[in-house]
């Protein structure tokens, strides 16, 4: 039995569930919260505590998400889950539209699954989609603990 184990047995207190919110309907957010074990909020959005926000890589749907996070604040959303909504490269504007809300929040971008498609429940394909969903995963646990711009470039000019 190792150290943490010893300090914090099973069951002792209960890991925090991540919180997906739809940023519109049809986004994806019951399949991503099934998949990623987070719990899905549907549209409504929390009373405290940071959410993941999911939408689709359009830009109306983009554009949701700015006004979403413009009404709840920067420190409610704690990433944006963009769901390709086609097989292929997302149209420009929508492009340009992950680039800009990028620059403010983590974004994690998720590809196109067709197995995925029109599915009662996700976790009937889990096994056959495990590879692109941990990817998914690692990216998302990459956006918890993002340094923001400038931090890294002021403690690099300091080491010199």
Known sequence: MGASEW?????????????????????GTSTWATLLGGTDHGLA???AGAVVAVCRATPA??????????????????AVLVVA??????????????????????????????KLRGL?????????????VQRVRD?????????PRGVVETTRGNDQ
């Open 120 to 132: 009662e429940n996700p976790q009937a394909v889990a096994a056959a989609i495990a590879k692109p």
């Open 61 to 78: 749907a983009l554009n949701t998400t700015k006004a979403l996070i413009g009404s709840h604040g920067l420190a409610r959303v704690r």
């Open 7 to 27: 300090l914090f047995p099973a069951g002792t207190f209960t890991v925090p569930r991540e919180m997906f919110v739809g940023v519109h309907p049809g986004a």
């Open 85 to 114: 909504d086609a097989p292929g490269r997302a149209l420009p504007a929508a492009v340009r539209g992950i680039k800009v809300l990028s620059s403010v929040v983590p974004v994690v971008e998720v590809p196109w699954m067709v």
């Open 45 to 47: 959005f929390p009373e």
């Open 139 to 147: 990216r998302l646990a990459e956006a918890r603990v993002r340094v």
